[in-house]
């Protein structure tokens, strides 16, 4: 039902995708590298985003934040993907001009991609080892699902080779976390919070919830100091009681705070410049086939709809100050960014 309920939120804009002209144009403008330009001005001023309508920019459109957990040959859970399959859902994502932005960008609202482009957050859960193992030289090995997001990237240029990895304790153990997590960082991955111990916060009492998310933030700062942890992702998608610790909180003298918290969902997620964005409830899509089980509430049905404009997705305009919607759709806007609203008259 909550998955029903967005999708009539998404809905309920325009519903238009950008047409197929608008969108080969952002796409040409991106690969050229002049995505988000209109050229130099006479004068040498610093080169402005182009018209929000030319490149159908929708900034209150839905974003999908997917979630992924082991990659392995022969899955055994509906949350696991063979390597081929997550390999090609990043193929689909390039080759549908997403770019990856991380969950902490996503939830704060700082969304710097090209005009005519979509964003995607790529979130992991658990810290495996088929997610990030580093090889004898330092680097993520081909196998892995960094090493298959660098190796896609590098054949799609557009497509930002970053995501955001939810860990527990001893993080990516094969490597180890000090040498895991610190690659992560060196290399604009962002690390966010997972508990301590895999923990169901719901049958955690307060002192509990906050130690076990205070003491995460510990163990991954020891790793990476100075690390900004922002985002949370809970463990079987449970709330503790009451919520708002899931939020910030402390514990024995750290203190957490969360621009984002997220669920196992099962639907796109709103705008974070939308009126409907809730930072502390954020949903995700499972990384799922088309035939998969519950393939309607999985990534690749709703990939589907949101290309074909089924369920509006979000179009950067090319600057990330501003946030463009056609003017129809300004009821969607939360009163927070007007200042920054640069709605159009749709065509």
């Not at 047409?19 to 995505?35: I, V």
């Not at 895991?180 to 997972?194: D, K, M, Q, R, Y």
Request: hydrophobic share 35%; glycine share 10%.
């Amino acid at each position: 039902m909550a998955a029903l309920a967005l999708l009539a939120v998404s809905c309920s804009g325009s519903g238009s995708a950008p047409a197929d002209g608008a969108d080969r144009r952002a796409a040409e403008e991106a690969s050229s590298g002049t995505a988000g330009r209109s050229g130099e001005s006479p004068e040498g001023d610093e080169p402005q985003a182009p018209d929000p309508a030319r490149v159908g920019a929708n900034e209150l459109g839905a974003v999908p934040v997917l979630m992924y957990h082991q990659l392995i040959d022969d899955p055994s859970s509906v949350y696991d993907r063979t390597p081929e399959e997550f390999r090609a859902e990043l193929e689909r994502l390039a080759g549908e001009n997403y770019v990856p932005v991380t969950a902490g960008d996503y939830s704060r609202g700082m969304i710097d991609i090209p005009a005519g482009t979509h964003p995607v957050v790529l979130t992991f859960d658990d810290s495996t080892n088929s997610q990030l193992a580093l090889g004898p030289d330092g680097e993520p090995t081909p196998e892995s699902a960094v090493g298959i997001l660098l190796d896609v990237a590098a054949e799609h240029p557009r497509f930002r080779p970053t995501a955001t990895f939810f860990v527990n304790d001893d993080p990516f153990s094969g490597t180890g976390a000090a040498e895991a997590l610190g690659w992560l960082a060196a290399n604009g991955f962002e690390i966010g919070n997972h508990t301590l111990g895999h923990a169901n916060l719901a049958r955690s009492s307060e002192a509990e919830t906050q130690r076990e998310l205070a003491a995460n933030q510990r163990a991954i700062q020891k790793h990476v100091p100075g690390a900004e942890v922002v985002s949370l992702a809970l463990p079987f998608g449970i709330m503790p009681e009451p919520a708002g610790l899931a939020v910030s909180g402390s514990d024995d003298g750290v203190s957490y705070e969360h621009a984002g918290v997220y669920l196992v969902g099962a639907n796109p997620a709103p705008s974070p410049f939308a009126d409907s964005f809730d930072a502390a409830a954020i949903p995700r899509i499972r990384s799922a086939g088309a035939d998969d089980q519950d393939a309607e509430f999985g990534s690749a049905s709703w990939l589907d709809r949101l290309a074909d404009g089924t369920v509006t997705r979000y179009t950067s305009d090319g600057d990330p100050e501003t946030v463009s919607y056609p003017e129809q759709d300004a009821g969607l806007l939360a009163p927070a960014h007007r200042d920054r609203a640069r709605p159009y008259p749709a065509g």
